[in-house]
């Protein structure tokens, strides 16, 4: 009786900001911790990276953090979505290089536009996450040996589109511009404008669609408070990428093309996985199968747009690779898969299902980037950076089943 009496009868929210902050705590406690761990470790690196090497926070490399962590970024978040329903993909980072190589194939080599180009390769991507789905969900292969298979199958799919060491230039303007150019001062200025607005938008529609559904929101200073953040920290980046950084006589400022694209797809899949009928059974399939499907969820569909989701968004990280190193091989996207698995997982997305956001896998590509970013200007053997992220990605697949394993005992205990 007394927890009932706690909430605001009428007034449409869950208490004080103290109740959500104490309500938080105790998540926290019974080990929801998110994506905390890894903002943890992304300080903790930041700072140690800043004291062993005075390079570390100049505008030069601020700057390239951003450039160096958009690839992983995007594979993250495209492994959240089979990661979501518990299940794994290995050749993503393969499908992009597949994809990729139809691009420059159709550009290079027939003229095709390059828009038509890159819907193709998007295309490709689509076919091979329905080709998966249909194996896993239909027939019941595991996912692993599906991917795997693939993984191994489009090396050598890749070799026959490129040739044995065949490399292409990307010779599109506009796909290198991706990686390799930045917006005007004021576009950047603009993107904070807009992100801002539309979080306010979607934050104030959210509150109001709770509201007719009867369903208490959330204190809302708590939603000023998370505008202000975006606000301010996002102002303080733009600030600094604004800043001049060149190193030559050509002036280099603004912040890299990459970074609203990046923000949009984000912004993209938070709305489809968290306010989105799909997304909440991604979620409920990746909880539990069985009650998912006795509720009369589509089990089977979801898990094939899930990879579908996938293996289309891996594409769009081959482009921003082609587009950071302007060409394509026969071994792209090889080494990156298992990267995009560890920036997500340490991030904090669940690798048993049903636990996780995309913002997550963004932060934990943020971390491996600054772990290869520091040890490499620490000019350390790329040997320690494979030890050092295999134990970061150990340490957080660790706090994520010891955080399952307390999260059950809380609950068996109420």
Not at 54 to 66: D, E, H, M, R, S
Not at 210 to 236: D, E, F
Not at 350 to 378: E, K, Q, T, Y
Request: proline fraction near 3%; charge should be positive; charged fraction near 10%.
């Amino acid at each position: 009786m007394s927890a009932l009496s706690s909430t605001p009868i009428g007034t449409g929210q869950e208490g004080s900001v103290k109740d959500q902050v104490k309500a938080y705590i105790a998540n926290v406690r019974n080990g929801n911790m998110g994506s905390l761990p890894a903002i943890g470790g992304f300080l903790v690196l930041s700072i140690l990276f800043s004291f062993l090497n005075p390079y570390f926070l100049t505008k030069l490399n601020f700057a390239n953090l951003f450039t160096q962590a958009a690839t992983l970024m995007m594979l993250a978040m495209a492994l959240v979505f089979v990661i979501l329903i518990a299940e794994i993909d290995l050749s993503a980072g393969v499908t992009s290089g597949v994809a990729m190589a139809v691009f420059v194939l159709l550009v290079n080599t027939m003229h095709v536009n390059w828009i038509l180009g890159l819907l193709a390769a998007l295309a490709t991507g689509l076919a091979i996450g329905s080709f998966i789905g249909y194996f896993v969900a239909r027939v019941g292969v595991p996912s692993f040996v599906v991917t795997l298979g693939l993984f191994l199958g489009f090396q050598g799919l890749q070799l026959v589109l490129l040739g044995d060491g065949g490399l292409y230039r990307i010779e599109t303007p506009q796909i290198l511009s991706i990686m390799n150019d930045n917006l005007p001062i004021w576009g950047g200025w603009l993107m904070i404008v807009v992100a801002v607005i539309v979080s306010l938008v979607t934050s104030l529609l959210d509150r109001r669609r709770r509201t007719i559904a009867g369903v208490a929101n959330r204190h809302v200073t708590l939603m000023w408070i998370r505008i202000a953040a975006i606000a301010i920290g996002g102002g303080v980046v733009v600030f600094i990428l604004n800043l001049d950084r060149s190193v030559s006589i050509l002036p280099i400022s603004g912040v890299p093309i990459v970074v609203p694209i990046a923000l949009v797809l984000l912004w993209a899949g938070t709305f489809l996985l968290d306010r989105t009928r799909f997304g909440r059974h991604l979620y409920a399939v990746g909880g539990n199968p069985e009650a998912a499907r006795r509720a009369g969820i589509k089990v089977a569909s979801v898990r094939i747009v899930a990879f579908i989701l996938c293996s289309t968004l891996s594409v769009v990280s081959g482009v921003f690779d082609a587009s950071r190193i302007g060409s394509v091989d026969s071994g792209a996207g090889k080494a990156i898969v298992l990267s995009g698995v560890a920036a997500a997982v340490v991030g904090g997305v669940s690798l048993f299902g049903g636990r996780g956001r995309l913002v997550h896998a963004a932060i934990g590509a943020f971390v491996i980037a600054v772990i290869d970013n520091g040890l490499g200007l620490l000019g350390l053997p790329a040997g320690v950076n494979f030890l050092v992220t295999g134990g970061v990605l150990i340490l957080a697949a660790t706090v994520d089943a010891v955080s399952r394993k307390r999260g059950g005992t809380q609950l068996s205990r109420l």
